[in-house]
């Protein structure tokens, strides 16, 4: 019975979160539109609010396109596997009902975060094109930059907090946030969370202007959709992290999912706001700031516990 109940659980889980990322879609590009002065989707139903349901439709009946030296079994099984790890991620989310919430959740979320670097690499190499090749050459190699400057700074709130489990981080945030003792922590997490999932200012993999449109250069259809569901699961997820850790993380409540909102809110902002950084400002932000920063505050909280201890 109780496997039976965690199975529908899951499945209600996944649900609710391809929902969710397809009104992200929706309000990303109302809230693109605002920012250029025009109006976004508003055609299709009461304020184009169907809209992200035609797109689905639309995408998976298009004819499903194969280039003939790409190798197929992996250019066919990548963006499916990358879907499937980021609702992977989901099952980390602490639940107060026992669901997922297991000792080692932060352990669960790095190991996740580092394989979806391969399904990025295996479509671009997979395509057999030199567009998709080098969007995805790209794409690892800011991914593997940030997640180092990423494990850090859990590492440290690993110290903070004496263990792997999220659940934790809503208790120790009842009486006062993290974002309010740790602010600058927080806004390199959100730099970071953007750069993870390859979002302007550092949309590398998908550089228009030179790769045409990246990794995904080659795909069509269902596979083109797929790879976009990802992508979109992981900016709610990041956002959802960003809640749990910094703003309160208490799941069970209404607010949370506004704050939750919020920051996806914000990663659609920076978007409709900032151009494109530079290739060498980008490694250099990443090894220059960011590493000494993190590595620096997690001898800092180190040392706090030291402290603590000995004072105990």
Do not use: H
């Not at 109940?5 to 992200?24: G, K, N």
């Not at 850090?152 to 263990?163: A, E």
């Not at 945030?173 to 600058?184: D, E, H, N, S, T």
């Not at 970071?192 to 990794?215: H, K, M, Q, W, Y």
């Amino acid at each position: 019975m109780e496997l039976v109940l965690f199975l529908i659980m899951s499945l209600m889980l996944i649900i609710c979160v391809l929902v969710s990322v397809a009104f992200l879609t929706l309000l990303e590009r109302k809230v693109l539109g605002y920012i250029q002065i025009r109006k976004g989707p508003n055609k299709v139903g009461l304020m184009g609010i169907p809209q992200p349901f035609c797109d689905a439709i639309k995408l998976f009946t298009k004819e499903q396109t194969y280039p003939l030296l790409s190798n197929y079994i992996s250019y066919y099984f990548s963006p499916i596997f990358s879907l499937f790890l980021s609702l992977l991620l989901w099952m980390s989310m602490p639940f107060f009902i026992k669901l997922f919430s297991f000792n080692l959740g932060l352990l669960f979320f790095l190991c996740c975060t580092s394989l979806g670097v391969y399904t990025v690499m295996i479509a671009g190499w997979s395509s057999n094109s030199n567009y998709a090749l080098l969007g995805g050459l790209r794409s690892v190699a800011q991914t593997i930059s940030y997640e180092v400057s990423l494990a850090l700074v859990l590492l440290s709130f690993v110290f903070l907090i004496n263990n792997y489990n999220m659940i934790n981080f809503y208790y120790y945030q009842i009486y006062l946030w993290f974002f309010v003792l740790l602010y600058p922590l927080a806004f390199i997490w959100l730099i970071i969370s953007l750069a993870e999932t390859n979002r302007t200012p550092f949309d590398f993999a998908e550089g228009e202007s030179e790769l045409v449109s990246g990794f995904n250069v080659e795909y069509s259809s269902g596979g083109f959709a797929l790879i976009f569901l990802s992508e979109y699961a992981s900016i709610l997820f990041m956002s959802m992290l960003f809640s749990l850790i910094f703003l309160g993380g208490d799941v069970i409540s209404f607010f949370f999912f506004f704050k939750l909102m919020f920051i996806s809110f914000i990663f659609i902002w920076v978007r409709g706001t900032l151009p494109r950084f530079r290739y060498d400002k980008l490694m250099y932000l990443a090894w220059k700031s960011f590493l000494p920063f993190s590595l620096n505050y997690l001898l800092f909280f180190i040392g706090l516990k030291i402290y603590l201890l000995y004072l105990i």
